[in-house]
């Protein structure tokens, strides 16, 4: 079977979480077409938490990339509020900032690997999951995830062992039985977090190797990741 570096997933990946986002755009598409978008897309968030994972093992400057991290967070909540002021009489709202997720998540395990005093490092982490669960975008999936990929990292069988147990965990905390099927299939494809385990084969189908080392591959989602939403938003500015 063919296998995939890095930057072909996260080209991949970077298309497939724009197809979750066109529904921001009034009339682009229709509700079963999001509802469809939206369940293929749960795996995205985790991929590119998986890369902030590699990130953390193997970066030789760790506080340069957290740095990077935290800048692109900042430079995405000001373009965010930005956009917010100037397309407020539509009432146009971006709330997303995947950034400051994986900077949380990264300062998580920083914590753990870099911080000799034991105390002190669990601290660190639990301050930072208990913060990133409650105040970042998709915390709650995204950094028990980073959190068991840190720790299972070379053993992948028992890696999604854990996975499969997260979500049942988050299946049991969506799941809501209404009136009818159909609607409860609905409802729980909106609300469908577990469905971050479609991660599994494609992490099977990664080859290890980061592809290639370019300022474009280096840099490429964080300008696409702002741009597409901030072009979204502006076109649902003038279509609404």
Request: positive net charge; hydrophobic residues 55%.
């Amino acid at each position: 079977m063919k296998k995939f570096n890095q930057f072909q997933i996260k080209m991949f990946m970077a298309l497939l979480m724009v197809t979750d986002h066109l529904n921001h755009v009034p009339g682009l598409i229709s509700d079963n077409m999001a509802m469809i978008f939206h369940v293929l897309t749960r795996c995205v968030a985790v991929w590119f938490a998986y890369g902030a994972i590699e990130g953390v093992m193997y970066s030789r400057n760790i506080k340069k990339y957290l740095l990077r991290l935290y800048i692109a967070a900042a430079i995405m909540f000001a373009g965010n509020m930005l956009l917010e002021v100037l397309f407020a009489s539509k009432e146009i709202h971006i709330s997303n900032n995947i950034f400051l997720t994986l900077a949380v998540g990264v300062s998580m395990l920083a914590s753990l690997k870099y911080i000799q005093n034991k105390t002190q490092s669990y601290l660190l982490a639990a301050i930072a999951l208990v913060l990133g669960i409650l105040f970042t975008e998709g915390g709650f999936v995204v950094l028990p995830f980073m959190l068991i990929t840190y720790y299972t990292y070379h053993k992948p069988k028992v890696r999604n062992i854990c996975y499969i147990v997260l979500a049942a965990v988050l299946f049991a905390m969506d799941f809501v039985p209404y009136d009818t099927v159909s609607e409860t299939i609905q409802i729980l494809a909106y609300n469908s977090d577990f469905l971050f385990i479609l991660v599994i084969p494609v992490l099977h189908l990664y080859s290890g190797e980061q592809g290639p080392r370019t300022n474009f591959s280096k840099y490429f989602f964080y300008v696409f990741y702002p741009t597409h939403l901030w072009l979204l938003a502006t076109i649902a500015y003038f279509v609404s």
